[in-house]
């Protein structure tokens, strides 16, 4: 349990780290408002994370329940998704462009547009079916508990990575604009990291 919890967690930490609307938005939010409003963001965010677990806790556990073949079918299929994600960010250009020119909004604002951002994304919970199932280190012990476990784990790692994209917006922001590899880094980084979470799915 503890070894696959750390292993989710490195690849939750990869994943927050790599360049995607939900932390660039944090990150132009905490340089054109401040640090507070790039947290409000964040905790927004994380905050969907809830429902989002909570359907595929009680959703994906049921089908492991009627079937074990179904839900490696759905490992194979989230396996298939990440390897596509992978393809997508090959494909896609390395420049990263931060704007700093994001409206002035109120902190409960901010908060509520996080959470509306994560909700209505259906990639988030398709990203969620992918990403969870590999992970669970006891299918014949209690599956829904083991979902909150890996929800709570991921929302905990998120939360502090965003947040530290909040704390230190300026100097990252120079950073991506001072070294020109930087958008080439981070792309291979997630490329890496989804073709190294697709390969664990489909270890027996």
Request: charged share 10%; hydrophobic share 55%.
């Amino acid at each position: 349990m503890i070894e696959t919890l750390i292993s989710f967690s490195i690849a939750t930490l990869a994943l927050a780290i790599s360049p995607g609307p939900d932390n660039i938005y944090v990150l132009t939010q905490s340089l054109a408002n401040g640090t507070k409003s790039g947290i409000a963001t964040t905790a927004g965010l994380i905050s969907g994370c809830i429902v989002h677990t909570t359907l595929l806790a009680f959703g994906l556990s049921a089908i492991l329940i009627a079937s074990e073949e179904i839900f490696y079918g759905i490992k194979v299929l989230g396996a298939c998704y990440l390897l596509y994600l992978a393809y997508k960010v090959y494909k896609s250009d390395s420049d990263i462009s931060v704007a700093n020119n994001a409206p002035k909004k109120s902190y409960l604002q901010l908060f509520k547009t996080g959470v509306i951002m994560n909700l209505v994304n259906p990639k988030v919970m398709i990203f969620f079916l992918a990403f969870f199932p590999g992970f669970l280190w006891d299918k014949e012990g209690n599956t829904i508990v083991q979902f909150y476990i890996l929800g709570i784990v991921f929302m905990i790692v998120s939360f502090i990575t965003f947040s530290s994209i909040a704390l230190a917006a300026g100097r990252i922001s120079k950073l991506l604009i001072e070294w020109k590899n930087m958008g080439v880094v981070l792309k291979w980084l997630q490329i890496v990291v989804f073709v190294g979470i697709a390969t664990f799915i489909l270890l027996p």
